[in-house]
């Protein structure tokens, strides 16, 4: 009797063996969800580097930058015995210095567009608000450096400050960092294809 129900017992697991069998060979195996994220491209030093080198280029070039005389009017436009003309904006002159940012290489479409959108921003200012004397409504200050104040010499403290990069994706990253004179930036970043650009600069503690 116990000879027979071992027989029926290793009958049922053979023919249990042989579906299991014939299931992997038609069947995909599913693969695990570990729950982990994908992993993403670290390119820190490619970052870094980009934003070092675009500030040593602007420093560089802020005198070229500086002929374009996007912004008309007021006491530096005014003939002698002459009183000053009021405020308003060079189209023209600005769109030839957005060319000469944009052929630097280092920074979006999108940051390019928002510099065009403070010029139409100024220039409805001025339409609404004459004015020709002290600083321009919009361009008191340095629009990549965010200081009204001298920032030239911090050209020897660039290379020298601490960066902090912080890679939210595969595209999209922020780098941190402190100038001694300047002060603290936030630097985001865009990566287009396969190389990285700056999105946005902001003031940051």
């Not at 049922?12 to 060979?25: A, D, P, R, T, V």
């Not at 300047?182 to 396969?194: M, R």
Request: aromatic share 14%.
């Amino acid at each position: 009797m116990k000879r027979k129900v071992i027989c029926i017992l290793f009958s049922i697991l053979f023919l249990q063996s042989c579906q299991n069998k014939n299931q992997s060979k038609s069947s995909p195996v599913a693969k695990v969800d570990s729950g982990k994220k994908p992993e993403i491209s670290n390119d820190s030093n490619e970052q870094i580097t980009l934003v070092k080198d675009f500030m040593k280029w602007y420093i560089k070039n802020m005198d070229m930058l500086s002929k374009f005389d996007a912004i008309g009017g007021g006491p530096a436009d005014a003939k002698e015995n002459e009183e000053a003309e009021n405020y308003y904006v060079d189209f023209k002159e600005a769109e030839k210095y957005i060319s000469e940012l944009k052929k630097s290489g280092f920074l979006t479409d999108n940051l390019l567009k928002n510099e065009e959108k403070l010029f139409l921003e100024a220039d409805q200012y001025y339409k609404e608000n004459p004015e020709n004397d002290g600083p321009p409504y919009g361009f008191d200050y340095d629009h990549f450096f965010l200081t009204q104040e001298a920032f030239e010499e911090d050209l020897l403290n660039i290379d020298k400050s601490k960066y902090v990069v912080n890679q939210k994706d595969e595209f999209n990253s922020e780098v941190k960092f402190v100038l001694p004179i300047s002060g603290g930036y936030k630097y985001s970043l865009k990566k287009i294809g396969s190389k990285w650009f700056i999105e946005k600069i902001e003031s940051a503690k």
